[in-house]
């Protein structure tokens, strides 16, 4: 028997926690200063942009197309087994591409994804009016990328899904107990500890005296509800133009979203509420009715961004075979969180 610790219960220790219960070899215990979803993973819009990405190879696509055929399994599964109901929007992105843009990179990337057995559709702009009447094409749209295959799901939900199907197969969950990275692996309690705390997971390495340099960057998102269903019943994909997110949820309600906030000094992000006006603005050019929408809900939350190295981490402890990380996912920890559960499976079991 494997004794395993987790430090961190959003969508990546959640979905770490659910893959390692299916091995009856490993005893896993999850900890979390906090109820689960409550850092980053809570102010996620949860756009699964795998297919529609410009990776093309290496860890980068592989990641994102292990996670994308994972959660097309996964969803179900949790649902029948928790009696969740996990909103998950499987009617695809689309993309309105703006004058400047070239055209030809998206031609190249729709012949290799259909080499790779995925679908991607260059749009003209009659055919997007045609599906998606709610939107207000001006003269700087010129086309739009349909991508059938990438999805978006309902962060919170997923990760509540993912703590009661796991804990249904035995994984105790310690929540509201701050524990000390050194404390666990000096206890002898466990075998293997997973560092998987976003932002808090710096502090938990440098007490392994190995620091992992990940700092924060903000973003921000509003909550809407339309008086009317907007555009096409049938049709209903996330709409996203130069990185905003117009996110169709049930009930004629919406997230628009996010914005990119860095830290000026190196110090705490600020919420900067003329960024998310911006946002906003955008999102109503892009979508008129919005702009008739009621504001349900503003929140914003952190993201762990890597210092000097690409997202996300995944790795063992430098220096201590016992500790891996899983971490620094920025702003892609929805999309990758199942492909990176089995990358530490893997890592724990070989």
């Known amino acids: 028997m494997i004794r395993v610790a987790i430090i961190g219960c959003g969508i990546v220790g959640a979905s770490i926690a659910f893959e ?20 980053s993973t809570g102010a996620a819009l949860g756009v699964l942009m795998g297919v529609i990405s410009h990776k093309t190879k290496g860890r980068s696509w592989k990641l994102r197309e292990t996670s994308l ?26 993309m309105l591409c703006s004058e400047g843009e070239d055209l030809s990179k998206w031609e190249k990337l729709i012949a290799t994804r259909e080499s790779q057995g995925w679908k991607l ?29 990438d999805r978006q799901v309902d962060p919170i939900a997923l990760t509540l899904a993912l703590v009661d199907a796991a804990a249904q197969n035995g994984v105790i969950f310690e929540f509201g107990v701050e524990v000390e990275g050194w404390a666990i692996a000096a206890s002898g309690e466990f075998d293997r500890l997973i560092v998987s705390a976003g932002l808090g997971s710096g502090a938990v390495t440098a007490s392994l005296n190995q620091l992992v340099d990940i700092r924060p960057v903000l973003g921000q998102a509003l909550h809407l509800r339309s ?12 709409i996203t ?23 000026e000094n190196g110090g705490e992000v600020q919420a900067n509420t003329d960024m998310l006006d911006e946002v906003m603005a955008r999102a109503i050019a892009l979508c ?29 402890l430098l220096g201590n075979s016992h500790v891996l990380v899983a971490s620094g996912h920025y702003r892609n920890g929805v999309l ?12 724990i079991l070989q």
């Open 121 to 149: 559709e260059l749009w003209d702009v009659e055919r997007v009016r045609e599906f998606c009447p709610h939107l207000y094409l001006n003269d700087q749209i010129i086309a739009a990328i349909y991508s059938p295959q």
């Open 69 to 94: 055929q994972r959660y097309e399994t996964l969803i179900p599964e949790l649902e029948a087994v928790t009696g969740r109901k996990i909103p998950f929007n499987k009617q695809g992105i689309l």
């Open 241 to 263: 133009c130069d990185d905003v997110h117009i996110v169709p949820l049930a009930n004629q309600e919406y997230w628009v979203g996010a914005t990119v906030e860095f830290s």
């Open 288 to 316: 008129p009715a919005l702009a008739e929408a009621e504001i349900i809900k503003q929140w914003s939350g952190l993201r762990p961004r890597p210092e000097g190295r690409p997202a996300p981490i995944i790795e063992t």
């Open 336 to 347: 990758l969180a199942p492909a990176t559960a089995r990358s530490i499976r893997e890592m």
């Open 20 to 39: 390692l219960s299916k091995s009856p070899e490993l005893k896993v215990t999850v900890f979390d200063k906090q109820q689960p979803a409550q850092g």
């Open 227 to 238: 008086k009317n269903l907007l555009g096409n019943p049938d049709f209903a994909p996330v």
